[in-house]
């Protein structure tokens, strides 16, 4: 049974394949088709954090391609102790056809993949954004058509987000730049076991803008304090105040660049509003990006027949 949990879980092909579904249903909406693709299946989404992009995407999507959609929070569901996850999971998975999970712990998508017998989607954990990552590069292969050998910066912390993109790019042949400050960077052991999946990726950690940017044509950047690190908030802003994206730090890399923020945005703080709002800025159309991903994805995972 698929799922979709790790982006190491998927091979190259397996990615180039969701992105030519998600572009045939972008540019079919665009023509006013909304093929029942998904009639009659039921997608139950389970969030322990609150989400703008993530739920209404997925919604969106499952609805537009004729199927029906139920959210949940931790509480409805019963996790957090008032029954046993695998409980829960065997519960929802009998009534679904596939679960989107937005956590904290990674653990509890793991178990939901070991007892639901259902499908699994990782909307989010604290280790872990695929769809955020296969988004991105969905976008970037928009703008640019063939994304391979074309360098994608990340400026900010090493958090979920970059850890992701890190893998994302090492598996379509796209050479990553992580520009941040020593202690928020991608940990040697997370980059051993990279190395070891995709010998031939290009890894890069600096905090030199003029290296990082050189050449570079995404820069990219999240919040520099994510939710559960509230008590960090300071101390983050202090770090991170120089790794602010702008006009100047957008001037140091090639004009050809395009910016790119997964959103929520803390304008003023990680990235100006002359940036976000700026001819470079691939934001919007980015986030727009995350339903016609969502879709072809769903069809990926439960295998709709695609021509």
Not at 74 to 94: H, P, T, W
Not at 181 to 208: C, H, M, V, W
Not at 271 to 285: E, I, K, N, R, Y
Request: charged share 25%.
């Amino acid at each position: 049974m698929r799922h979709l949990n790790a982006l190491i879980d998927l091979t190259a092909d397996e990615v180039k394949e969701i992105f030519a579904r998600s572009a045939s249903l972008k540019s079919g909406l665009s023509r006013g088709e909304r093929p029942a693709l998904l009639a009659g299946r039921v997608m139950c989404q389970v969030f322990e954090k609150p989400s703008l992009r993530t739920r209404v995407s997925f919604e969106a999507a499952m609805m537009q391609l004729g199927g029906s959609s139920l959210f949940l929070s931790a509480k409805d569901a019963g996790l957090g102790g008032r029954e046993a996850v695998e409980d829960v999971a065997r519960v929802l998975g009998g009534y679904s056809d596939v679960i989107v999970l937005r956590t904290f712990s990674q653990r509890l998508i793991d178990e939901f993949i070991r007892y639901s017998g259902t499908h699994v989607v990782n909307g989010l954990s604290d280790e872990r954004h695929p769809c955020q990552a296969l988004t991105d590069l969905f976008t970037m292969q928009e703008v640019f058509g063939d994304v391979a050998g074309k360098k994608f910066v990340f400026v900010g912390d090493g958090n979920n987000v970059a850890t992701s993109l890190a893998t994302a790019c090492s598996l379509l042949k796209v050479p990553f730049t992580i520009c941040a400050p020593d202690e928020y960077r991608l940990t040697d052991e997370f980059l051993a076991d990279l190395k070891g999946r995709y010998p031939d990726s290009r890894i890069e950690q600096t905090s030199n803008f003029k290296t990082a940017l050189k050449d570079a044509a995404i820069i990219y950047t999240d919040v520099w304090t994510s939710m559960g690190q509230e008590a960090e908030d300071a101390e983050r802003r202090r770090v991170f105040s120089p790794y602010q994206v702008n006009a100047k730090l957008m001037g140091m890399a090639p004009k050809t660049a395009r910016f790119l923020h997964c959103l929520p945005a803390k304008r003023g703080l990680e990235v100006t509003d002359d940036v976000m709002d700026g001819p470079q800025s691939l934001a919007f159309q980015q986030a727009e990006n995350r339903m016609h991903l969502a879709k072809g994805m769903l069809c990926w995972l439960l295998e709709v027949p695609f021509k």
